[in-house]
């Protein structure tokens, strides 16, 4: 009995500091192990759903079935190995101190450009610098491992060698350009704030995202994806006619070259109040997808140049009707007021998160957990409270946003249903989903944990009464 309950004496007996660090250790892993056991379970289903259920029949070719499982096996497999490794070094940099080894790289380049231990601005920023590039370095043989093995040998990715290293070294310095100068004015903010900081740092990030979502697709998106406007025509009215019948406020309609990149479709919408823009991926329109198309004779344009020429034995993407039900989806959202809510929901938390902080931040013990004896950087805190005590909570919120998420999508598609397009939007998901290879058999377990989005199979059902009237 003595020898049981030694574990809990130890624990007892071990320092604050210590305590923090091993739990911070034992729930990451604990977390992994689980998403492990998911992915287990589904791979499992994969290996074993070799035919089409009978319920699929009607559905889904075998030639088809047979892809989407081998893709998502091959995904699920990938996934595996690079989450263990992600897992592991996260484990080495905190057993091996790199964060406090970093920090005090980031102080020595820093002084040596001038800039003194008073300049703690200054080496937050080479922190990040450096911690930002130190994680594109080591993901970037996973990246290229995606990109030019599994999407490429299951027909998805469009893109050359050079165009990714182009690609990756322009998001690199997009991503620079903004983090660095807004982290800087936060910790600026949360310096100076006094004691009601946490007010105004929150203030600060919300209307950061609101100018980030407002200027995205004019003027970040189109610095990697060429966006023109829809030509005039039959779809273009179309879409123009049903948004005016629910007073969307539409002011303009764009296709985005998404097949420069790769074959997988999408739309959206963005834009504040009365200016809202829709964005097609020319992957989604049949008239539209470069995929459909064979290159000119004697093309040579210097972007054809960059997009590899795939050979189609299908037409890929939906035909006007269709792409009319899959918008009728998408501006449910808005009508029904999710869009609105989301973000209420996450400025909720993001409140909550920096009135925590706020509590927590002169906690000395936390600081010395991560090895930070002396010095108590604000950057510093705000990493390990917002991406390691709060870990637990995070997990819950995203269980929960997941299971929000699946009821919204059940209810946009009850109002593209209303609306009369349940017919084509049935036939919608049965492309999207043979276009991007999803495989329609799922674990319950997996599916309620990680779908955002139902099932194929439940929204069918949920479309299929309507239908066949």
Known sequence: RAAMALPGELWVELPPESRIFCSV?????????????????????????????????QIMDSETFEKSRLYQLDKSTFSFWSGLYSEVEGTMILLCGGIPFLWKLSGHISGRAGFGQEYEIVQSLVFLLLATLFSAVTGLPWSLYNTFVIEEKHGFNQQTLGFFFKDA???????????????????????????????????????????????????????????????EGELKQQIETMAKSIDFPLTKVYVVEGSK??????????GFFKNKRIVLFDTLLEDYSAL?????????????????????NKKQGCKNEEVLAVLCHELGHWKLG????????????????????????????LFTAFGFYDTQPTLIGLMIIFQFIFSPYNEVLSFCLTVLSRRFEFQADA???????????????????????????????????????????????????????
């Open 25 to 57: 250790l034992l729930f990451s892993w604990a977390v992994y192990l689980w998403e492990a056991f998911l992915a287990h379970r589904q791979r499992r289903v994969y290996r074993t759903t070799t035919h089409v259920p009978q319920e699929l029949g």
């Open 169 to 231: 070294i322009k998001k690199f310095v997009v991503t620079q350009c903004i983090l660095l100068p807004v982290t800087s004015l936060l910790l600026y903010i949360i310096k100076i704030g006094g004691d009601y900081f946490f007010i105004y740092a929150w203030l600060f990030t919300l209307v950061v995202s609101l100018v980030l979502v407002t200027i995205y697709a004019d003027y970040i998106a189109p610095l990697f994806d060429k966006f023109i406007p829809l030509p």
């Open 261 to 270: 990149r790769s074959s997988h479709s999408n739309a959206y919408f963005y």
């Open 292 to 312: 459909n198309k064979e290159p000119a004779e004697g093309e040579e344009d210097g972007e054809n140049e960059e997009t590899k020429s795939k050979a189609k």
């Open 338 to 365: 999710h869009t609105i809510k989301n973000i209420i929901i996450s400025q909720m938390n993001s409140f909550l998160c920096f009135f925590l902080f706020a509590v927590l931040i002169g906690r000395k013990e």
């Open 415 to 469: 109002f593209a249903k209303e609306l009369g397009k349940a017919k084509d939007l049935y036939s919608a998901l049965i492309k999207l989903n043979k276009d991007n290879l999803g495989f329609p058999v799922s674990d319950w377990i997996f599916s309620m944990w990680h779908y955002s989005h139902p099932p194929l199979l439940e929204r069918l059902q949920a479309l299929k009464d309507t239908k066949q009237e």
